[in-house]
């Protein structure tokens, strides 16, 4: 029985210690006990989880702490879809407050084949690098660059570059709006998910000057604003945007309707269906 | 040699000569994973003193006043000491410490919880930590000694995370060619670092 002596007092010190400190740590916990607001948990369960940043804070359950404090409307989430804010808003009582869905939209619809390359890159594949060095490699110093800032920075991978130009799924996007920041054209903006038709250029130059450079410009022929209700798009100098602000957003028949002649009017399934397939078409041709 | 020589040479021998992560190679993961940004590295330095210099002084309290006193087990007549438990000890009170100190901080003070924040439960299995504790054993220092000389480590364990999350910050600007970037630069950076601080050997 000697011999067994030694591990007998090694197993009685150690379960003496583990007790010991086991009790501590639980008296610690009681004795120690913070109370925290048991809506902060049950708001980051309702919220979506995906801990974007988007509405500008560290994560869900710290924008669930500041919905719950009353520093934020439930809305203030752009993940989350009508239902969940409604479940929110109701779990706490508040405001629903006024909400609008967004997604993102590259304006820009100038891929490789419809632009003209101007010099030859051969920098980091970046498009904040290649705007530093000589405005990047495409002919229009407003267009898509096309190296994946804006895809590598969206965490819901919404964002594929299609022949060398960045295209938004809108049935991928929430409209988080981080890939806005990254572009260092401020190509992409957040639009009302009821935006049916966009107008794929953000160039100011003039419309001769457009055209040099890229087969899908807006050359400001206004056919768009003729065919629409009033207000429902804006010129601005030599470029046409859809006003998003406008009371009633134009339908998707004014796509057929305007007969836009470079094709810069679309929308937005239209847009990464042409992108598709042209993408295919180079496919096949290689 | 005076007594406070002998703490003089402590001192310096565990910030600089013996350092713990360039030196000792001890607390690496820390090292590379939190040296990204200068603000974290901060706090994960503040973190690793707090709990560095509290586990030497709890842990050589257990060593010198249980482990190293012979204890008969009543009824077997056996006669032991147990300082071969120290590792698996050592890991136990460790973690229960950190855990404890979590606690304890998230009610006295918010404001220092959140600055320490995730750091605190990372420290837990940090490898700097263990190794002080069983340095100290090791190398049979008293109370005061384990504590001066934890608290020192860890200060030394804070200058080079500070040094190379500074390094890093430069590095983020810099051209590194395609195979060294990231990860290998890092280590280079750090390979570089350590042979630096060799520099300091022969000083006590």
Same mark, same amino acid.
């Given at each position: ?20 400190? !086991? ?12 109370? =925290? ?22 994560? *869900? ?6 919905? =719950? ?11 989350? %879809? ?10 706490? @009582? ?36 290649? %705007? ?6 495409? @002919? ?7 190296? %994946?800032?804006?895809?590598?920075? *969206? ?6 570059? /299609? ?9 991928? *996007?929430? @409209? *988080? @709006? ?40 807006? /050359? ?10 009033? !207000? ?8 046409? !945007? ?11 028949? /004014? ?16 847009? =990464? ?14 | ?30 090292? &590379?994973? +939190? ?26 309290? $257990? ?23 120290? $590792? ?19 009610? +006295?003070?918010?404001? &220092? ?8 439960? &990372? ?15 090791? #190398?049979?220092?008293? +109370? ?28 983020? &600007? ?8 990231? #990860?290998? $630069?890092?280590? $280079? ?16």
């Amino acid at each position: 029985m000697e011999e067994y002596g030694i591990y007998i007092a090694a197993f009685a010190a150690m379960a003496i210690i583990g007790a010991v400190l !086991g009790c501590i740590i639980g008296i610690a916990v009681k004795i120690f006990k913070v109370e =925290v607001d048991p809506r902060i948990e049950l708001v980051t369960e309702l919220l979506p989880g995906a801990n974007c940043g988007g509405c500008g804070k560290a994560g *869900c359950a710290d924008f669930a702490k500041s919905v =719950v404090d009353g520093e934020n409307a439930p809305n203030k989430c752009p993940v989350a %879809s009508q239902e969940q804010v409604a479940a929110i808003a109701q779990a706490l @009582g508040v405001e629903l407050g006024e909400s609008m869905k967004k997604v993102a939209v590259v304006f820009c619809g100038g891929d490789k084949n419809q632009e003209k390359v101007q010099t030859l890159y051969n920098g980091v594949s970046d498009c904040i690098s290649a %705007s530093l060095i000589a405005g990047g490699p495409k @002919g229009c110093a407003y267009g898509c660059l096309g190296m %994946s800032s804006c895809a590598r920075a *969206c965490p819901f991978g919404a964002i594929e570059i /299609i022949n060398g130009l960045a295209v938004v799924h809108p049935n991928l *996007c929430v @409209g *988080c @709006g981080k890939c806005v920041d990254t572009c260092p054209r401020d190509l992409i903006k957040l639009v009302p998910v009821d935006a049916k038709v966009h107008i794929y250029c953000s160039s100011p130059e003039k419309g001769a000057v457009k055209m040099k450079v890229c087969s899908v410009p807006c /050359i400001a022929c206004r056919k768009c604003v003729k065919a629409a209700e009033e !207000g429902q798009f804006d010129v601005k100098g030599f470029l046409v !945007g859809v006003n998003y602000d406008a009371e009633k957003l134009p339908e998707a028949d /004014i796509v057929e309707k305007a007969k836009c002649p470079t094709g810069c009017l679309l929308t937005a399934d239209k847009h =990464v269906k042409i992108e598709e397939s042209e993408k295919k078409d180079k496919g096949e041709a290689a | 040699m005076g007594e406070a020589q002998q703490y003089l040479q402590l001192t310096i021998g565990a910030v600089l000569v013996y350092n713990f992560v360039l030196a000792r190679f001890l607390g690496i993961c820390p090292f &590379l994973g +939190v040296s990204k940004r200068l603000d974290t590295a901060l706090g994960m330095s503040g973190a690793v003193i707090f709990v560095m210099t509290l586990a030497s002084l709890i842990t050589s309290v $257990i060593y010198n006043y249980m482990l190293k006193t012979a204890i008969t087990v009543p009824y077997l007549n056996v006669t032991t000491d147990l300082k071969f438990l120290k $590792i698996v000890l050592f890991i136990v009170v460790i973690a229960a410490l950190v855990q404890l100190v979590e606690v304890v901080l998230q009610k +006295v003070s918010p404001p &220092l919880y959140s600055a320490l924040g995730i750091y605190l439960p &990372l420290i837990t299995t940090n490898c700097a930590v263990m190794g002080v504790a069983t340095i100290n054993s090791k #190398m049979n220092y008293n +109370v005061l000694q384990s504590t001066v000389f934890g608290f020192f480590s860890a200060v030394g364990f804070a200058l080079a995370l500070v040094l190379f999350a500074s390094i890093r910050e430069r590095l983020e &600007l810099a051209q590194v060619p395609r195979p060294f970037q990231g #990860m290998s $630069i890092a280590l $280079i950076t750090a390979g570089i670092l350590a042979m630096a601080f060799i520099g300091f050997s022969g000083l006590c």
